[in-house]
């Protein structure tokens, strides 16, 4: 294979990474519709959509780990309650599988939740590029 001779088809020919092109190889196409992103952010709606993925991933966050510390606590402080039986296994043990549910449940919730993010944030960055 030859060697190109301009050094920029050069630098652009090497070994594709996931990572971002430099900023010098970027067409007059791309920098056009490149966002504002200090105008974005100073947006109410992009100020409103970030407050909201706090809000949701703040109390997820808690229940979660109030959830998943439960069963420790509960085995620990109330081990009488977690001894009964249900059927062959005991209470505790169904709390524990309950744990791998709820974590997919979670998940689910989560992806439709970010779904709306999605789409709120694509909003704002076209009324940003003024579409």
Known sequence: MSSPDNPDEARQ??????????????SAEEE??????????????FQALVARKLRFIIAGTIFFLSY??????????????????????????LFAFSQFIMAWVIA?????????????????????EGK
């Open 68 to 93: 998943y510390f439960a069963l420790p606590v509960l085995v620990g402080y109330f081990p009488q309650w977690m001894e009964h039986k249900v059927g062959p296994v005991n209470v505790a043990y």
């Open 32 to 45: 056009r519709h490149r966002a504002d992103w200090d105008g974005i952010a100073a947006m109410p709606e």
């Open 13 to 26: 020919s090497a070994v594709r990474t996931d990572a971002a092109p430099h900023s010098s190889l970027k």
């Open 108 to 128: 689910g919730i989560y992806v439709k939740v970010a779904a709306g993010w999605d789409a709120a944030a694509n909003e704002i960055i076209h009324k940003a």
